[in-house]
């Protein structure tokens, strides 16, 4: 299904992802909270996107639920620090082989291929090894960060 320009898009369409991401996420924390804060120690990782940093392609409502992402993960990190919990997110790239990039045309591929240092496309094991770090205990000197997975496309 092809994206839609914002002319054309309803705020249900923008609803339908704020829940899924935004809601998704609240609904996991709160769930898993009481354990982390009686143990005194645990690590959320949310997924977040680049394309809130540097919107490659217009995916209006999806970015914008995942914009606020950001926001929820350092608020929490705020929160939850002086219960020994880290909260941080990961923003992958556009990666190639995911259902929601179907759409995505090959120029835009071989635009973040020619611009991207790595000179490649990101690809889910390349975001998937970033949360593996993030919540483990090699990851507890971090919280609060957006760590981007995108092959130095967007410098942040």
């Known amino acids: ?64 639920a995942k914009a606020a992402m950001i926001g929820f993960t350092r608020n929490l990190a705020v929160e939850l620090g002086e219960f020994g919990i880290n909260v941080n997110m990961v923003s992958g790239g556009l990666l190639q082989t995911t259902d929601a990039s179907a759409v995505t045309t090959p120029e835009v591929f071989d635009y973040i291929k020619q611009t991207t240092p790595l000179r490649k496309v990101t690809e889910p094991s390349d975001v998937a090894k970033a949360v593996l770090f993030l919540g483990s205990d090699q990851g507890r000197g971090l919280t609060a960060q957006n760590v981007t997975v995108d092959g130095g496309l967007t410098m942040n």
């Open 1 to 64: 299904m092809a994206q839609k320009l914002f002319k054309d898009l309803t705020w249900d369409s923008y609803q339908e992802q704020i829940d899924g991401t935004l809601k998704g996420a609240f609904n996991v924390t709160q769930s898993a909270l009481p354990q982390m804060m009686a143990q005194k120690a645990g690590q959320v990782v949310n997924i977040g996107t680049n394309l809130f940093q540097n919107p490659v392609v217009a995916y209006h409502e999806y970015t914008t």
